[in-house]
């Protein structure tokens, strides 16, 4: 029986380093297209990722109960679509309108002139006033009110015009939410494939590619449950407070306390510490105090009592980093910053830390 030899042609011709030079060269071609093909799905699939992680626990409670996957996942899309798109068309058409209120406010009110007067009365700016004159500088309070007035028309006029274009793309809006509420529910179904499956793409070992996963796990964990959550609750409470109040553009400025609630060390103070001053100036002193009062017992309880019980202490990146992150990432990536920001900085830590691991030298 005669046994034919393999072409030496064909011998190991895979594994040569030609081969794999050009295998490697096609691979990252196409990996390339492939991200341009996604690039415009980028934000909505980081969504619909975080989104899946928070709701996949209801998801596997009903399929726990014997619910088959695809009904589970539909009944989960559903509860998605109930607390976010429903509210957000109610949540557009408000914010137009107080962003209009607070331009016509800015333009109108009185608040202005009362900080003129009190800045003209005060020794303190009388004295700083002479101190500057002394040295050639010519300082008028009218400035001061001047550029408040101005930030407020033209805040007021900015947040106009964004939720008026939010309005007007409303169906782009919707698209696009059809689509991630499409991925949220293969997603649901199929994440413990894809996650088996890009581990299988990495090169990392094991343990360091379970150690990728579970930080971005839980720094989802810690913006969306403790932070989103967090702040909705200083948001909604912010803006009801504005509301008992009688303050202008209460789900306006809740809007806003709720997002700078994702802010560490100043938060929704950059809101109600001002609001708090112009009320005292204002001739409503025991308002501006119960305003602050009210500022510190919300802000202290959400960050030393609630945020702490919902995210615990898996997540441990520095403050200044946390600040910066979020500050960086609405520079860059515009709301959703406030997510991508996070997410970079902890890959960049994580492998960091794997990199010191396998590479630095340990303390």
């Keep these: 029986m005669h046994i034919k030899n393999p072409s030496p042609q064909n011998t190991g011709h895979h594994n040569s380093p030609m081969g794999i030079r050009y295998f490697l060269i096609v691979f990252l071609i196409s990996i390339f297209f492939f991200g341009r093909i996604l690039w415009p799905f980028w934000s909505i699939l980081v969504l619909a990722f975080l989104l899946t992680n928070l709701f996949r626990p209801i998801y596997i409670f009903f399929t726990r109960h014997r619910f088959p996957e695809w009904v589970a996942s539909v009944i989960t899309c559903l509860l998605i679509i109930a607390i976010v798109i429903i509210p957000m068309i109610f949540f557009i058409i408000s914010l137009t309108d107080e962003a209009l209120n607070l331009y016509t406010w800015g333009r109108?009110?009185?608040?202005?002139?009362?900080?003129?007067?009190?800045?003209?009365?005060?020794?303190?700016?009388?004295?700083?006033?002479?101190?500057?004159?002394?040295?050639?500088?010519?300082?008028?309070?009218?400035?001061?009110?001047?550029?408040?007035?101005?930030?407020?028309?033209?805040?007021?006029?900015?947040?106009?015009?964004?939720?008026?274009?939010?309005?007007?793309?409303?169906?782009?809006?919707?698209?696009?939410?059809?689509?991630?509420?499409?991925?949220?529910?293969?997603?649901?179904?199929?994440?413990?494939?894809?996650?088996?499956?890009?581990?299988?793409?990495?090169?990392?070992?094991?343990?360091?590619?379970?150690?990728?996963?579970?930080?971005?796990?839980?720094?989802?964990?810690?913006?969306?449950?403790?932070?989103?959550?967090?702040?909705?609750?200083?948001?909604?409470?912010?803006?009801?407070?504005?509301?008992?109040?009688?303050?202008?553009?209460?789900?306006?400025?809740?809007?806003?306390?709720?997002?700078?609630?994702?802010?560490?060390?100043?938060?929704?103070?950059?809101?109600?510490?001002?609001?708090?001053?112009?009320?005292?100036?204002?001739?409503?002193?025991?308002?501006?105090?119960?305003?602050?009062?009210?500022?510190?017992?919300?802000?202290?309880?959400?960050?030393?009592?609630?945020?702490?019980?919902?995210?615990?202490?898996?997540?441990?990146?520095?403050?200044?980093?946390?600040f910066l992150s979020i500050i960086g990432g609405l520079s860059v990536y515009g709301v959703m910053g406030i997510i991508y920001g996070p997410l970079i900085i902890t890959a960049f830590l994580t492998l960091s830390e794997i990199y010191l691991k396998r590479y630095g030298h340990q303390p």
Aim: proline share 4%; aromatic share 14%; charged share 15%.
């Design 108 to 322: 109108d009110s009185r608040v202005g002139f009362k900080l003129q007067e009190f800045l003209q009365g005060s020794p303190l700016i009388l004295q700083l006033q002479s101190q500057l004159h002394e040295v050639g500088f010519t300082f008028d309070p009218s400035q001061v009110t001047d550029a408040f007035t101005y930030l407020v028309k033209k805040g007021g006029l900015f947040l106009y015009n964004q939720a008026s274009g939010w309005a007007a793309n409303f169906l782009h809006f919707l698209f696009l939410f059809c689509i991630m509420i499409l991925i949220i529910f293969f997603f649901l179904i199929d994440q413990p494939k894809f996650i088996s499956y890009m581990k299988r793409l990495s090169p990392l070992p094991e343990d360091e590619n379970d150690l990728l996963i579970n930080k971005f796990h839980q720094i989802a964990n810690a913006i969306l449950k403790g932070n989103g959550i967090c702040g909705l609750i200083q948001g909604i409470l912010g803006g009801a407070i504005f509301s008992i109040l009688n303050l202008n553009s209460p789900l306006l400025w809740g809007s806003i306390m709720a997002i700078l609630a994702f802010l560490p060390i100043f938060g929704i103070g950059l809101v109600m510490i001002p609001t708090a001053a112009i009320l005292a100036l204002s001739d409503r002193m025991s308002e501006g105090i119960f305003l602050f009062v009210f500022y510190l017992l919300l802000s202290m309880g959400i960050e030393y009592l609630v945020k702490p019980k919902m995210v615990g202490n898996e997540v441990k990146m520095h403050t200044l980093l946390v």
